[in-house]
């Protein structure tokens, strides 16, 4: 009796099946990644007049933004607990130093940090600038800052860059010197 069965396929058909299907389904997925930042990913400040506000620094004295005598100045939104903002923090430090007339001011974010916690982290993580407390989120939310680390530059009252993610020494240099 013949077998009418066909012979069993062979391995590199199976091989390139699972490579197209799983090649397909990459791409729906970065289609998908791609659409979904686009409508809802990580908001940018918009550019034109800064909000102004007024917070706490980590001693209990207010800090107005409109009352900055600098015509450039640096915000960046943080929290302690946040790994990439930890990444930047040593960046930050330096270029501080290195730039003592453009003011970096720290806006930490974390509603569960007392400004006491977030002291002691600042001490420990060796910052430099000044660092205000915005628990309730107020200022990040008028900034429309909703991924940390994000950097925002200002000039004259208004914003003219942003960052959002890690800030390096170079790529802040490079904003600050692009607006001098």
Same mark, same amino acid.
């Not at 800064?50 to 209990?60: H, S």
């Not at 640096?74 to 930050?92: A, S």
């Given at each position: #009796? ?13 091989? #390139?099946? =699972? =490579? ?46 409109? /009352?900055?005598?600098? @015509? ?13 903002? @930890? $990444? /930047? ?30 002291? @002691? ?18 200022? &990040?939310? &008028? ?10 530059? =200002? ?7 942003? $960052? ?6 170079? @790529? =802040?240099?490079? #904003?600050?010197? &692009?607006?001098?």
């Amino acid at each position: #009796m013949a077998d009418s069965s066909s012979p069993p396929a062979p391995k590199s058909n199976f091989v #390139m099946g =699972l =490579l197209r299907d799983w090649g397909i389904a990459l791409i729906v997925v970065v289609l998908v990644f791609v659409g979904f930042n686009a409508f809802f990913g990580p908001g940018k400040p918009p550019s034109g007049p800064a909000r102004d506000f007024t917070l706490l620094d980590l001693n209990g004295q207010e800090w107005t933004l409109s /009352e900055a005598e600098e @015509r450039v100045i640096v915000l960046n939104f943080w929290f302690t607990d946040c790994p990439p903002c @930890r $990444k /930047e923090i040593p960046d930050l430090v330096r270029w501080q130093d290195e730039n003592p007339d453009v003011p970096i001011v720290g806006i930490h974010v974390d509603p569960r940090k007392p400004p006491g916690v977030v002291k @002691r982290v600042s001490e420990q993580l060796g910052i430099n600038y000044k660092v205000l407390d915005d628990r309730k989120v107020v200022v &990040a939310k &008028a900034y429309n800052v909703t991924n940390y680390p994000t950097t925002v530059l =200002l000039v004259d009252g208004e914003v003219v860059d942003a $960052k959002v993610g890690v800030l390096t020494h170079a @790529r =802040l240099d490079q #904003m600050v010197t &692009a607006v001098k």
